[in-house]
């Protein structure tokens, strides 16, 4: 009896737990009847701080944890390496749980902690039983492995990244449309006549007949031409002798995708939008061919044309501002990243040279030698998805001395030109003036070369800088013999000056990437919390100069881009393959997730708000930051960085 | 063996409670298991007032166990609205109530055998035995722990001769007020309490149990 009470009994301290627990992951997947059953069987540990959950090598716990107040630090046994924190709502000791073997750290309280213990047998009656939470915990135990690239693991480190990401953004659904409200309506018994006047005098193609605003069909200036003006009926028969029905009705959520099927399925060129979706309802609007027409304008085929045909940059501004919008709309409906890449890098470019073609119609003379303008950095790697800085260089072949500071002035002339244009455009001007209308990036081949052949033989950390960004270039415009020449003279001189690898080696390794996150703030290695994450220093641009560098030690010059570095590595390196796979996956989830903030916030996406972000999206970029640690590593290890660190 | 007591007379849910008290177990810290409690009264006069709910958690010396819980709320003709006010249940609530004779018979199967834990636990042993002796049955038979007094065991521990509220110790103890003032809610939070005492005090020193009875201050709370 005391049982079937205690069932049936409230319970305000199992109610805490779950108000508790379902605000983070993976609870917020549960069913409210699991998750309830879990509260009313867990256990609650204090820890005094400095005190140990757990030790290495310790025998598993027939727990799992979860901490609800205070912090708990995850230290390595042998050195004390704090590996990760976990604050209010993170889990912890999960691994050696699910391989039911020892475990490989040590768990110590930083905080004095109050934590949730939750059974094996909870997790498995409970928790592995509901997919998204079980995809969740795999995801964390991925993230918070040794080594997440063991080949067994590898499967989750790609497909979990994507499903997790894809569940969380707010952009599941693709574009839904926008319709004509307030549509021009009729009752079933007017004149076709009267009909055709007021579709002429509101300049329309079509009329909806409707019954106490439910739509019961609708007639188009094909049935007037087909079913009228052929004398099949005359005109002051009703209008719904000639109309078609039932109509199609759609919710007003539609997507642009659903309403084109539709209309192809139905041969029909009109939809209703209702309220409720079907044609029983209220009519809200409609939506016809045309407007779908005008919402797919921003196509990169259209956009490239328009770019072709413009002829100011006023007029690129706003052929940007639409290419932005594609973005958008790529990104809204998860096209995949390489892809959206791909377009964006194409478009960008064709801009750019379009800002060098008016530029020169502006000039009052031809240019005087052959040149070559190019796009350097993100844009020269083609990985620029927003606004960001214009780089750029620009080289023009060597002329006779006497002619050199007046075929440099054509030059600067010119390259000021282009650099307002694009800052027109909206690539803001350079802080650091890396653009070609500053002197010392707008020489002649053989002034590059010897401009080159100094940084390289005497490099430093500047020195070092412009080099990196010099080795992503794209070339825009222009004469493409001139870069070859200069790559090659480039690639020469690194091969007499080794050593200049192993600086380049250090310049990569200048910004490890962060430990963790804790509550708001991000962890350093070094133990200090930052509220801010500079997405670009930190996490993508030490995958980027990692990349750079291992391709350039191998000798290959033809590849100036991230993720076609990374796979050229894997190639040639298969015994590192998962690692510099992992590389592209995290490259990817980072362009992805700087992208989408850059949208929202109308930024460069750099510096993300830590209190923005979910735990979800906090796991997604703690397991990138594991692949540039290992990354790094391989550097260290391979370029012997730790003497000269 | 002990002819003279009522031993025959008292029903048998008393005499199941009872029996695990008579053998001496040697007590030990990790593996004794403890019940922390806390009533709801309609007042605080032992004999008048009566209790409205009890909460209660089975806990050990380190962890408090959820899945072993009792929230109880007693069916009673007194009532008094003015500490209504406090616990806020009222006389008709729409709480599954049992009568006070059923509350004892799920309370002592509840602690039975195990350390009895109460902030000011004088006053809700004292509500229990008073109604124990309406029932006419003995008085508890569990050992008791008072948190106000354990925590006059820590060095942490301002002044000695004072008494501290819940509250009081919350705020020393840096635990969040949830649910107070109901019984389940001040059981908890006692708990927790509980818990950051003992930490408190074994990290102190070795510690056993019988230490946790010795009094420092045996002047009694009542």
């Known amino acids: ?645 | 063996m002990f002819p003279w007591t009522k031993k025959k007379s008292l029903p048998e849910f008393w005499m199941n409670y009872a029996n695990h008290f008579r053998t001496k177990k040697k007590l030990h810290l990790q593996t004794t298991r403890f019940v922390i409690f806390d009533t709801e009264t309609t007042g605080l006069h032992i004999k008048n007032d009566r209790i409205l709910s009890i909460g209660a958690i089975g806990a050990t010396s380190q962890t408090m166990n959820i899945g072993d819980t009792l929230e109880l709320y007693v069916k009673q003709d007194v009532y008094n609205p003015k500490t209504a006010e406090i616990h806020g249940i009222l006389k008709e609530g729409s709480m599954t109530r049992v009568e006070e004779k059923q509350a004892i018979v799920f309370f002592l199967e509840f602690i039975k055998g195990a350390i009895l834990v109460a902030h000011h636990a004088a006053f809700d042993i004292s509500m229990i035995n008073t109604c124990l002796k309406r029932l006419s049955l003995p008085k508890l038979k569990n050992k008791v722990l008072d948190t106000g007094d354990l925590f006059k065991k820590t060095t942490i521990c301002p002044d000695k001769n004072k008494h501290y509220s819940l509250d009081e110790l919350s705020a020393i103890f840096n635990i969040k007020k949830q649910d107070r003032h109901t019984a389940a809610g001040d059981a908890y939070i006692t708990g927790i309490l509980f818990l950051k005492i003992v930490s408190h005090l074994i990290q102190k020193r070795h510690f056993f149990i019988k230490d946790l009875f010795f009094r420092s201050n045996r002047k009694g709370l009542l």
């Open chain 1, 1 to 645: 009896m005391l049982f079937e009470y205690i069932d049936s009994m409230k319970n305000t301290i199992a109610e805490r737990v779950f108000d508790f627990l379902k605000d983070f992951p993976p609870f917020d997947c549960l069913e409210s009847k699991d998750l309830e059953i879990i509260s009313r069987n867990v256990t609650i540990r204090y820890i005094p701080k400095n005190e140990n959950v757990f030790t290495t090598d310790e025998e598993v716990h027939d727990h799992f944890y979860v901490v609800k107040d205070g912090a708990i630090g995850i230290f390595r046994n042998k050195d004390k390496v704090l590996v990760d924190q976990c604050d209010e709502g993170d889990i912890f000791g999960l691994r050696a749980l699910i391989r039911k073997g020892h475990y490989i750290l040590n768990a110590e309280a930083i905080e004095e902690s109050i934590i949730y213990c939750i059974s094996s047998e909870l997790l498995e009656n409970n928790i592995t039983i509901n997919a998204k939470a079980n995809k969740y915990l795999l995801a964390s135990f991925v993230s918070n492995i040794r080594n997440p690239y063991a080949h067994e693991n590898i499967d989750f480190l790609e497909n979990q990244v994507e499903n997790i990401q894809q569940s969380k953004t707010h952009f599941t659904e693709l574009h839904s449309v926008s319709y004509s409200k307030d549509p021009v309506t009729c009752l079933p018994n007017v004149t076709i006549k009267l009909a055709a006047q007021v579709m002429s005098s509101k300049k329309i193609g079509s009329i909806i007949i409707t019954d106490a605003e439910k739509p019961l069909g609708i007639v188009t200036d094909k049935d007037l031409r087909t079913k009228v003006a052929t004398g099949a009926f005359s005109i002051d028969d009703n209008v719904d002798q000639i109309m078609s029905s039932p109509v199609i009705a759609f919710a007003k959520d539609i997507t642009v995708a659903e309403a084109q099927i539709a209309m192809l399925q139905h041969k029909i060129s009109h939809l209703c939008i209702t309220e409720d979706g079907t044609a029983n309802s209220k009519l809200l609007g409609i939506l016809s061919e045309h407007d779908i027409v005008v919402l797919q304008s921003n196509t990169p085929t259209v956009l490239i044309k328009a770019i072709e045909r413009s002829s100011t940059d006023q007029e690129l501004k706003y052929i940007r501002q639409g290419i932005q919008e594609l973005l958008l709309g790529y990104m809204q409906q998860q096209i995949p990243i390489p892809f959206i890449l791909k377009i964006i890098a194409v478009l960008n470019k064709a801009v750019i040279e379009k800002a060098v073609l008016l530029s020169l119609a502006e000039m009052h003379s031809p240019p005087p030698v052959e040149f070559t303008f190019l796009a350097l950095g993100s844009q020269g790697r083609n990985e620029q998805l927003l606004l960001t800085d214009q780089d750029n260089a620009l080289i023009f072949k060597d002329v006779p001395e006497e002619k050199y500071t007046e075929t440099k002035n054509y030059f600067l002339t010119l390259a000021l030109k282009i650099n307002h244009k694009l800052n027109t455009i909206g690539f803001e001007y350079c802080p650091a003036e890396m653009m070609a209308n500053n002197p010392k990036w707008c020489l002649s081949v053989s002034q590059w070369k010897q401009q080159f052949h100094n940084w390289i033989t005497t490099p430093d950390k500047d020195q070092i800088m412009l080099c990196t960004i010099f080795f992503d270039y794209d070339f825009v415009y222009g004469d493409n013999s001139l870069v070859k020449e200069l790559s090659e003279s480039i690639f020469e001189s690194i091969k007499n000056y080794n050593i200049f690898l192993n600086f380049l080696g250090l310049d990569a390794l200048k910004n490890p990437p962060p430990l963790s996150f804790f509550r708001q703030f991000l962890v350093e290695s070094s133990g200090e919390h930052k509220d801010q994450f500079d997405i670009k220093s930190r996490a993508i641009m030490p995958l980027v100069d990692a990349a750079r560098l291992l391709v350039l030690s191998h000798n290959f010059k033809e590849h100036n881009n991230t993720v076609l570095r990374y796979q050229k590595l894997a190639q040639i390196e298969p015994q590192n393959k998962t690692l510099y796979l992992s590389c592209i996956t995290a490259f990817q989830v980072l362009t992805k997730f700087r992208t989408l903030h850059g949208l929202q916030q109308n930024t460069s996406g750099r510096f993300i708000d830590l209190k923005s972000i979910t735990k979800e999206d906090k796991l997604k970029l703690k397991r990138c930051f594991t692949a540039i640690k290992e990354i790094q590593q391989l550097i260290q290890v391979r370029f012997n960085l730790s003497q000269i660190l």
